[in-house]
């Protein structure tokens, strides 16, 4: 099985910071990469598909880049709204395996 | 639009059984592949099972492998999870998934006596 470490577990940011998250395969899965947004209660929102595609209406300040194995994911300026848990997920091979997740919070 | 809506969750004992179904509407159900996550109270996302579009293949997490059965009914627009020997750490939302960008709303499955 295709194991994914996602680092951090947790973030404290302020608004306008820049935040990235990073999401290492253990093995190469191309970039068969999905980022989800979790907000409390909530199902999650498939922001980035393909490591760096995003999603119809999904807001510009959030991005994908990487191949391979490893991946990250950034915020360009932390917006209130974007308080949530952060999860990658690699559907390369199944199982198809998500990343242990980053609670976002803002400072 | 797209639409998927999870029922059958609720309150079952240790070593008990129950049936998860996922009613899905606004597209060609057999032409996608679906699978079940669940997420256990206060803890990340699991994935759980895989099914094919005509159901022909078949995937499950080693933690529910021998347990759970996974199956669909074209004909109906329907995704199913029979749920067998069910233990505590089963307890989670589970949540039927088309191709990620599609989630129903969720079923909560308890287990305790």
């Known amino acids: 099985d295709i194991q994914m470490t996602q680092s951090p577990s947790s973030l404290s940011a302020s608004v306008g910071d820049r935040v990235t998250i990073t999401c290492q395969a253990s093995?190469?899965?191309?970039?068969?990469l999905n980022w989800y947004q979790q907000k409390s209660g909530k199902a999650p929102n498939l922001l980035i598909n393909?490591?760096?595609n995003l999603e119809t209406g999904v807001p510009s300040r959030f991005s994908g880049r990487g191949s391979g194995t490893d991946f990250t994911f950034t915020i360009s300026s932390l917006q209130p709204e974007d308080i949530a848990t952060y999860y990658c997920?690699?559907?390369?091979?199944?199982?198809?395996?998500f990343g242990q997740g980053t609670k976002l919070e803002i400072k | 639009e797209v639409q998927l809506v999870e029922s059958g969750g609720g309150l079952v004992q240790p070593g008990g059984s129950l049936r998860l179904s996922c009613a899905a509407s606004?597209?060609?159900?057999?032409?996608?592949?679906m699978n079940w996550v669940r997420q256990a109270p206060g803890k990340g996302l699991e994935w759980v099972s895989y099914?094919?579009?005509?159901?022909?293949?078949?995937s499950y997490a080693d933690s529910v492998k021998g347990r759970f059965t996974i199956s669909r009914d074209n004909a109906k627009n329907s995704l199913y999870l029979q749920i067998n020997s069910v233990r505590a750490e089963d307890t989670a939302v589970y949540y039927c998934?088309?191709?990620?960008?599609?989630w129903g709303q969720g079923t909560l499955v308890t287990v305790s006596s």
């Open positions: 998934v088309r191709d990620g960008a599609h």
């Open positions: 606004g597209f060609t159900f057999s032409s996608y592949e």
């Open positions: 099914i094919s579009r005509s159901g022909s293949r078949i």
């Open positions: 093995q190469d899965i191309g970039i068969d």
């Open positions: 393909d490591a760096s």
């Open positions: 997920q690699q559907y390369e091979n199944l199982p198809y395996t």
